[in-house]
């Protein structure tokens, strides 16, 4: 089946320091989604992308849909005590005919330092 | 709230009782599916359905488990004998479209077996 490698796996930073996480995979998918899930709740969507090469933003979020369709990236910029949390790359075949459930990577933990 | 609804936020069962877990989707979404979380894990695809139609169940356990979306009311994802092995966190997440749709989830039923 698909897998989806998420990097890194977990991050320290300071508050104000700019984010980047990536997600790469064995197989193409046609659609990326990146989610970010807080303790005790599900995941709260952040970003669409469904074009390879294309570049959304959604305020101090930016993510990238590779040329190959098989990774993307995630760019969080002067990050804040609120950003803490578990973020999840996430890709979709989207075919008629083929599995339309999500594949998720394992995720990447934000931890903030004031 | 129109977002995706799901009761019990938390279910405990004993070995060998029956888990139902409710899932009711966004307003104007036809299209509901669940996920499995297990600790320190991403989500894993169970299964997705339409109004009376599993479309796809490639994810779900071969036995023990079955998932239903009726004409009216909710979706219920059902789990006869449970076993410790089925504690987790089950998502529910719904979309407007099928194949392309960005998918929306619940916060989850948090299910312990004893």
């Known amino acids: 089946g698909q897998q989806l490698n998420q990097s890194p796996q977990s991050m320290f930073i300071q508050e104000g320091e700019d984010v980047s996480m990536n997600c790469t995979s064995s197989?193409?998918?046609?659609?990326w989604l990146w989610y970010k899930q807080d303790p005790g709740e599900g995941p709260v969507l952040l970003i669409a992308?469904?074009?390879?090469?294309e570049l959304t933003s959604n305020g101090r979020l930016t993510a990238q849909f590779g040329i190959t369709r098989k990774d993307s990236f995630l760019n969080i910029s002067a990050s804040i005590p609120s950003d803490v949390g578990i973020y999840f790359c996430?890709?979709?075949?989207?075919?008629?005919?083929?599995?339309?459930?999500?594949?998720f990577g394992k995720g990447t933990h934000l931890i903030i330092q004031p | 709230n129109a977002g995706v609804m799901q009761n019990p936020r938390h279910l405990v069962r004993r070995r060998g009782q029956e888990a139902r877990l409710r899932c009711s989707p966004m307003?104007?979404?036809?299209?509901v599916y669940w996920y499995r979380q297990l600790p320190e894990e991403g989500l894993k695809f169970m299964v997705y359905?339409?109004?009376?139609?599993?479309?796809?169940e490639s994810g779900m356990p071969k036995e023990r488990f079955s998932a239903e979306f009726p004409k009216e009311g909710p979706s219920i994802l059902r789990i006869q004998q449970v076993v410790r092995g089925d504690s987790a966190a089950y998502f529910c997440?719904?979309?407007?479209?099928?194949?392309?749709?960005?998918?929306?989830f619940g916060p989850g039923t948090r299910l312990t077996v004893t």
């Open positions: 359905l339409q109004k009376e139609n599993i479309i796809d």
């Open positions: 997440a719904s979309s407007l479209q099928g194949y392309f749709g960005e998918q929306y």
């Open positions: 996430a890709g979709q075949l989207g075919t008629r005919g083929g599995a339309d459930g999500l594949t």
């Open positions: 307003k104007g979404h036809s299209h």
């Open positions: 992308l469904y074009k390879a090469g």
């Open positions: 197989s193409i998918f046609n659609t």
